[in-house]
């Protein structure tokens, strides 16, 4: 443990078939892997530089030959049997190792930017939440000082309930929001104007 910061960043295997369901309905399996390998260099070069510690939680398995550098993400294998048990697990493993902070994101944010998540370890010296609100109803960053076990049980994973429900799991928490994002997950959600847009 360099420091007392921790980013999670859950991540699947890139595998066809297994990534971006929803949109591969669309645009078919190939293009939707196309899609989904460049949302993962997008999340590597973002989260690279960044002055905190960082886990990498697989799917799957565990990729030794991968373009994220062992020097600089420690590997991890996703554990439960949904999105709650596992974002669940890999917060409880980060408050165990000694971290104070810990701040989780997925891999499919095109818009996610290096500040978001700077803004959010520093926000987190004022409150004991942080949540970054995405367009469908979910959240696409998530940063804890504590542990709160209900955030991540008896929700509808996957749905535009799961803000909110949220919300109510932390009322009793001091939280501060980051501004709203837009993750891909259908062919809509890819904007003329964005780097993905190559693949339709």
């Known amino acids: 443990m360099k420091n007392k910061n921790l980013l999670i960043i859950f991540t699947r295997n890139p595998e066809l078939g297994k990534v971006k369901s929803r949109l591969a309905r669309s645009i078919g399996k ?26 990498l939680y697989y799917s799957e398995e565990i990729s030794v030959s991968d373009n994220w550098p062992t020097s ?7 554990v439960g049997t949904n999105l709650g048990e596992k974002m669940k697990y890999a917060f409880k493993e980060g408050f165990a190792s000694g971290y104070t902070k810990v701040v989780i994101i997925g891999s499919d944010i095109i818009d996610l930017r290096q500040t978001h998540i700077e803004q959010a ?3 987190l010296d004022d ?4 949540l970054g609100p995405a367009q469908d109803g979910g959240y696409y960053l998530l940063g804890m000082k504590t542990l709160v076990p209900s955030v991540f049980e008896n929700k509808n994973w ?10 109510k799991d ?6 501060s929001f980051l ?4 993750d891909i997950d259908l062919i809509s959600d890819i904007k003329p104007d964005s780097e993905l847009y190559k693949h339709l």
């Open 30 to 55: 190939e293009k939707a892997l196309a899609v989904y390998k460049d949302l993962l260099i997008h999340t590597r070069e973002i989260s690279k530089d960044l002055e905190v510690d960082k886990r």
């Open 72 to 78: 600089i993400y420690e590997k991890k294998l996703q």
């Open 121 to 123: 370890f520093k926000v």
């Open 127 to 130: 409150y004991d939440t942080v």
């Open 158 to 167: 996957g749905t535009e309930s799961v803000f909110y429900d949220t919300l």
């Open 170 to 175: 932390l009322e009793k928490h001091c939280i």
């Open 179 to 182: 501004e709203v994002l837009n």
